[in-house]
């Protein structure tokens, strides 16, 4: 019988996620689970040293993943870190559709289903395999530029086009299933999922859209301009964004922070619902409301109803 892996994605740039890592890789070692390690923060594939070295002091063997290889096919990742971490794990293993149990040692950690203190917990769910698997909607974006030349990448939360150069704005014409629908100057767009409702396009002023819903969201930053609002469209549709070709910059694409594109006057970006999700591991089956209300920590004093499980 194959013995069973689980793949362990670090910070290690944290003190505390690298004690958390070594609490969790002894857990699943002493469950006979082989822990194949990433360094989540390191621009190199080398072990962290400071892992490395507090991990060969407790005997425990592990596999390191380096840099330029492939994530094998595990059953679980665990990462150990805050939303950017899981993103990164999330570009590891989106190919494998390895679903990926976070925990939260960052700020809000929304994507984080346990924090720091439940870490026993959380591997004693991954031995007994008591966890559920959602997949959640990614973006695949198209950018073709003057030259007819195209480079393809992808996202989890957001595609976000912004100017390169901080003194001019960048002039843009935005499409909805090859209609244009408006033109105007901006510091940016940022095109997300559900997922990346609650990142870069909450913060810009868009709508929290459930994980349930099927949708993709377009959020205009600092536009100037009288329509440039946000827009919801529905899963089949194509977003279109143009980079005007009289623009008197580049502007820059960046895909859930991590994957960047250079854009030429002239671009045009196809932002359209990805045909490869990512697979999030959850512990928890309550409602997305509760989940709000704690990471955000919103007030509910007032409330008449009657709560889940009250």
Same mark, same amino acid.
């Given at each position: 019988m &194959?013995?069973r892996? !689980?793949?362990?994605?670090?910070h290690?740039g944290?003190?505390?996620?690298?004690?958390a890592?070594v609490?969790?890789?002894?857990?699943?070692?002493?469950? &006979?689970? $082989?822990? +194949?390690?990433?360094?989540?923060?390191a !621009?190199?594939?080398?072990?962290?040293? !400071? =892992?490395?070295?507090?991990?060969?002091?407790?005997?425990?063997q592990?596999?390191w993943?380096?840099q330029?290889?492939?994530? #094998?096919?595990?059953?679980?990742? !665990?990462v150990?870190g805050?939303?950017g971490?899981i993103?990164?794990?999330?570009?590891?293993?989106r190919? /494998?559709?390895?679903?990926?149990?976070g925990?939260?040692l960052g700020?809000i950690?929304?994507l984080?289903e *346990?924090?720091?203190e439940? +870490?026993?917990?959380?591997?004693?769910r991954v031995? /007994?395999?008591?966890?559920?698997?959602e997949?959640? &909607?990614?973006?695949?974006?198209? /950018? +073709?530029?003057p030259d %007819?030349?195209?480079?393809?990448?992808?996202? $989890?939360?957001?595609?976000t086009v912004?100017k390169?150069?901080?003194?001019?704005? =960048?002039?843009?014409?935005?499409?909805?299933d090859?209609?244009?629908?408006?033109?105007?100057g901006?510091?940016?767009v940022?095109?997300?999922?559900?997922? %990346?409702s609650?990142?870069?396009?909450?913060?810009?002023? %868009?709508?929290?859209?459930?994980p349930?819903?099927d949708a993709?969201?377009?959020v205009?930053?600092?536009?100037h301009? $009288?329509?440039?609002?946000? @827009?919801v469209?529905? #899963?089949s549709?194509?977003?279109t964004?143009?980079?005007?070709?009289?623009?008197k910059?580049?502007a820059? @694409?960046?895909c859930d922070?991590r994957? =960047?594109?250079d854009?030429? #006057?002239?671009t045009? =970006?196809?932002?359209?619902r990805?045909?490869?999700?990512?697979? $999030?591991?959850?512990?928890?089956?309550?409602?997305?409301?509760?989940?709000?209300?704690? *990471?955000?920590?919103?007030?509910?004093v %007032?409330?008449?109803?009657?709560?889940?499980?009250?």
């Amino acid at each position: 019988m &194959n013995q069973r892996q !689980v793949l362990v994605v670090v910070h290690t740039g944290r003190a505390e996620a690298v004690e958390a890592a070594v609490e969790v890789i002894e857990l699943l070692v002493a469950a &006979n689970i $082989l822990p +194949i390690v990433v360094d989540g923060h390191a !621009v190199t594939g080398d072990p962290n040293p !400071v =892992l490395q070295a507090a991990l060969m002091n407790s005997g425990n063997q592990v596999r390191w993943l380096k840099q330029d290889e492939e994530a #094998p096919a595990t059953e679980l990742g !665990v990462v150990l870190g805050g939303d950017g971490t899981i993103l990164r794990a999330a570009e590891l293993v989106r190919d /494998a559709g390895v679903p990926l149990l976070g925990i939260n040692l960052g700020h809000i950690g929304f994507l984080a289903e *346990k924090e720091r203190e439940d +870490i026993e917990e959380a591997v004693d769910r991954v031995v /007994a395999r008591d966890y559920a698997v959602e997949e959640r &909607n990614t973006l695949d974006v198209t /950018a +073709i530029a003057p030259d %007819g030349s195209t480079t393809r990448t992808w996202a $989890l939360n957001e595609a976000t086009v912004e100017k390169a150069a901080r003194e001019h704005m =960048l002039e843009v014409v935005l499409g909805v299933d090859q209609q244009p629908l408006s033109s105007f100057g901006c510091d940016g767009v940022v095109v997300a999922t559900a997922t %990346g409702s609650t990142a870069h396009a909450f913060s810009a002023g %868009g709508p929290i859209i459930w994980p349930d819903v099927d949708a993709l969201l377009l959020v205009p930053l600092a536009a100037h301009a $009288l329509f440039a609002r946000p @827009l919801v469209v529905g #899963p089949s549709s194509v977003l279109t964004v143009d980079v005007i070709a009289d623009n008197k910059g580049w502007a820059l @694409l960046s895909c859930d922070g991590r994957r =960047l594109v250079d854009l030429a #006057p002239g671009t045009q =970006l196809q932002i359209r619902r990805g045909d490869k999700p990512v697979r $999030l591991a959850r512990l928890s089956q309550g409602p997305f409301t509760d989940r709000l209300v704690q *990471k955000f920590d919103l007030p509910v004093v %007032g409330w008449r109803g009657r709560r889940r499980g009250a």
